[in-house]
């Protein structure tokens, strides 16, 4: 597997404001993605982070509200803009790892936020 | 129809019991499946991938029906470490990476 770092892991703001989360991995991996997992939720893809591309983004998800950056290949940020007590929630990012088929994703420890 | 269906349980069970988990998806071109266990404020941590043939690990038994459209999670004699959420994740068509959750069904054992 892969050893992922997030920061912050958590943090309470205020609506209208903006957190950028980010995502270290401590091997380059080609895959990396963001979740939201809502209180009680399973959880859903907000994205895929293309290193050196605009990230993919799901449905009922805009780069307007989730920015995010993929400098290189252990690295990647999310920023949740302009938020609303509705964005409180955990953000997880996750990778792929190839060793074989199927290639398996594993989840950084989540970054909990609270919007006031 | 969700993608991905779960039970929600609760499943409560004594210690040394056997419980089984069903999940199942609609996407009949879905390539990947998998198990993870997620503790409670803890990020989700990946159990066992499943495969065609099905395969076990240790006290863990994972089943894949793609006629009928399930993957299924068995657990052999549960311990109390194993009270968690267990979600089934589904990779759709095209190797996307992308996962489809389940939302989870949470085992409580019992002593």
């Known amino acids: 597997s892969a050893v992922i770092s997030q920061k912050p892991s958590r943090d309470i703001c205020q609506r209208g404001t903006s957190l950028t989360i980010q995502c270290q991995v401590d091997s380059q991996v080609t895959m990396m993605f963001w979740y939201r997992q809502q209180p009680g939720q399973s959880l859903t893809l907000i994205a895929t982070?293309?290193?050196?591309?605009?990230?993919?983004?799901e449905s009922g998800f805009v780069i307007d509200k989730f920015p995010i950056s993929r400098p290189n290949l252990t690295f990647s940020t999310l920023t949740v803009s302009n938020m609303s007590p509705e964005d409180s929630s955990i953000y997880l990012c996750?990778?792929?790892?190839?060793?074989?088929?199927?290639?398996?994703?594993?989840f950084g420890p989540g970054t909990r936020l609270t919007v006031t | 129809r969700k993608e991905v269906e779960q039970d929600p349980g609760p499943f409560n069970v004594p210690e040394g019991a056997t419980v089984a988990f069903n999940c199942t998806y609609s996407n009949s071109a879905s390539q990947s499946f998998f198990w993870y266990r997620q503790d409670c404020r803890k990020e989700p941590k990946l159990l066992m991938s499943v495969y065609s043939s099905g395969n076990e690990d240790g006290r863990f038994t994972a089943q894949l029906n793609r006629a009928s459209q399930y993957i299924s999670l068995l657990i052999r004699d549960s311990k109390l470490s194993d009270s968690a959420t267990y979600l089934c994740?589904?990779?759709?068509?095209?190797?996307?990476?992308?996962?489809?959750f389940g939302q989870g069904t949470t085992l409580q054992v019992k002593p």
């Open positions: 982070a293309n290193q050196g591309s605009e990230a993919t983004y």
């Open positions: 994740a589904v990779i759709g068509s095209g190797n996307t990476g992308k996962l489809i």
């Open positions: 996750s990778v792929e790892v190839y060793r074989e088929e199927p290639y398996e994703q594993y």
